[in-house]
């Protein structure tokens, strides 16, 4: 398939006029061809006006129309081959085998949507009987869920597949009956526009109205913008900066009508390790958590920057093999230059801060955009006093906290913002202490593990990828497995609707 520049619009590929867009290899700092060209106003106002268009029709098609529509869309991301992956790997840096399993969970979310639909609980039919014998007498009621209306989507930079075009927001809301349009990442431009012909050209075989589906490029944040203040776009999803995230809720909630922005942003993912554990296994975790730490250049929303011990021999085993194993890990490629020099910029920060000492590095750069791995240390009374400790380092960089007992990992756990994960290193001996540290982290997280790691997300139908702010904007939710679609589905309630008038699923 040929990548052109274009944006897509409903059945078109649209030149846009606005602004000219390059695609940059960060392994190089080569320009790829060919040039983007972004869009303005109109080019907004056009796909919105195609996805308000296409919603009434595309929200009555059957669950198994948008199963197969679903399932169409991921089998043609897989017949992209090497195509997408080449250019994939070309605009962001990351190695082959990650993007080629990316691509596998990218195909899995889409077929676990057409699950969903086919089970139909998503709809979550519930009844009320009539009861006409009561004083007052209870109405029929029946309940069910239904589209909220088309849905803007930002593309993520460091899932350029499973988190962009045809990703996770996307397949959820498409699942909903909701038509998407979605505002590419400049990171990975001819990545998009790839994905984007495969769900233009699903939606053309299937028969669906064009605007189903549109992908608008734009540079400056002036199509991001304008397109969640459209008056038809009714929900957002987004992953990225907080102060991204944060930008387009004001726009979101500065709209005569406000809509929900599902935001996903910033998170330090802590991870506590308990005494037995650390006397069982220290070095071990040291190790392992090194792993983790780096893993994908450290540029996943669950990275782990945050670690917090008990002082004693056992922390300082748990040290010495982390600095150990975080010495012999290779500085690597970013996914963007800005993602690069903010990288940079925050190490800086966290460098520069009294009462943070810089105890370790990985190797040091050789190549352009590349980030060398680094771990900090603190005591927790420095960490409290201090928030800017707290601030999220998008990159392999982590924070070890030591504390003089159990009472101040509590008060440390307390003073936390809220995160997507909060990790528990645990033996049987430290579960006193793990169900004390239990509530603190249901309430300042979205899922709580035990002996592992938090990068890695399971796309599965109890997977919960959210949590309180800011690691979210929208508590309630998940943007990761089955009830993702939650967010995309609004409840109607029927009063004595008549059989003839009721909902197919509420019938009878
Ligand atoms: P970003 O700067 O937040 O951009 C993400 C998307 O949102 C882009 O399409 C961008 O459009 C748009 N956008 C950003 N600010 C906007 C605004 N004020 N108004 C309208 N649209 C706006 O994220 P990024 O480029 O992926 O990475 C930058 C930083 O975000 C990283 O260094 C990292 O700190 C953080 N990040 C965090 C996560 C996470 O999972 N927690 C993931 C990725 C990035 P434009 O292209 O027009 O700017």
């Not at 929900?235 to 102060?243: D, I």
């Not at 202490?433 to 796309?459: H, I, M, Q």
Request: with cysteine.
């Amino acid at each position: 398939m040929h990548i052109t520049g274009d944006m897509l619009i409903g059945a078109q590929a649209v030149r846009g006029a606005q602004s000219t867009l390059q695609a940059i290899n960060p392994s190089t700092g080569e320009v790829l061809g060919p040039d983007f060209h972004g869009g303005g106003q109109a080019d907004v106002e056009r796909a919105c006006a195609l996805a308000e268009a296409a919603f009434d029709t595309y929200r009555h098609t059957s669950s198994e129309q948008r199963a197969a529509f679903l399932e169409a869309i991921a089998a043609g991301i897989e017949a992209l081959g090497d195509t997408l992956i080449e250019r994939a790997h070309q605009e962001s840096g990351l190695p082959v085998a990650r993007l080629q399993g990316e691509r596998g969970r990218t195909a899995g979310q889409l077929r676990l949507f057409a699950t969903v639909l086919r089970e139909g609980r998503w709809q979550g039919a519930t009844f009320d009987a009539a009861l006409p014998e009561r004083t007052p007498p209870r109405p029929d009621l029946r309940m069910q869920r239904i589209a909220i209306g088309p849905v803007a989507v930002f593309g993520a930079s460091n899932f350029p597949l499973a988190f962009s075009v045809a990703g996770g927001d996307t397949a959820s809301a498409l699942a909903a009956g909701c038509p998407v349009v979605v505002k590419a990442h400049s990171a990975h431009l001819g990545t998009s526009e790839l994905v984007g012909r495969v769900i233009q050209k699903a939606v053309q075989d299937a028969g669906l109205p064009e605007g189903v589906f549109s992908l608008l490029v734009g540079a400056g944040n002036i199509v991001g913008t304008a397109l969640v203040s459209h008056p038809a776009i009714q929900a957002v999803g987004f992953t990225g900066s907080r102060s991204g995230g944060m930008a387009l809720m004001q726009a979101a909630n500065a709209r005569p009508q406000p809509i929900p922005v599902y935001a996903e942003m910033s998170s330090i993912n802590p991870v506590f390790l308990l005494p037995a554990a650390l006397q069982a296994r220290g070095a071990e975790i040291g190790r392992q958590l090194v792993d983790s730490l780096v893993l994908g250049v450290g540029q996943f929303c669950t990275n782990p920057g945050l670690v917090i011990g008990i002082e004693g021999p056992a922390l300082d085993q748990f040290r010495a093999a982390a600095l150990d194993a975080l010495g012999g890990k290779p500085a690597a490629t970013m996914l963007t230059p800005g993602i690069h020099a903010a990288y940079e910029k925050g190490v800086a920060q966290l460098s520069s801060l009294d009462g943070l000492q810089r105890i370790g590095d990985g190797v040091a750069a050789t190549g352009v955009n590349q980030a060398r791995p680094v771990m900090f240390e603190t005591t927790a009374a420095q960490f409290v006093a201090d928030h800017r400790m707290q601030a999220e380092v998008f990159g392999p960089s982590t924070v070890l906290v030591v504390c003089r007992d159990l009472e101040e990992v509590l008060a440390l756990a307390n003073q936390l913002e809220g995160q997507l994960t909060a990790t528990m290193q645990l033996d049987d001996a430290d579960h006193e202490a793990a169900r004390r540290l239990l509530p603190v982290l249901e309430r300042k997280s979205g899922r709580v593990l035990c002996n592992g790691y938090p990068t890695g997300v399971e796309v599965a139908y109890a997977m919960v990828h959210g949590g309180p702010f800011p690691a979210t904007s929208d508590v309630r939710s998940t943007s990761v497995g089955a009830t993702a679609i939650d967010r995309f589905l609004r409840p109607v309630c029927y009063q004595n609707l008549p059989q003839g008038l009721l909902p197919a699923a509420l019938r009878g």
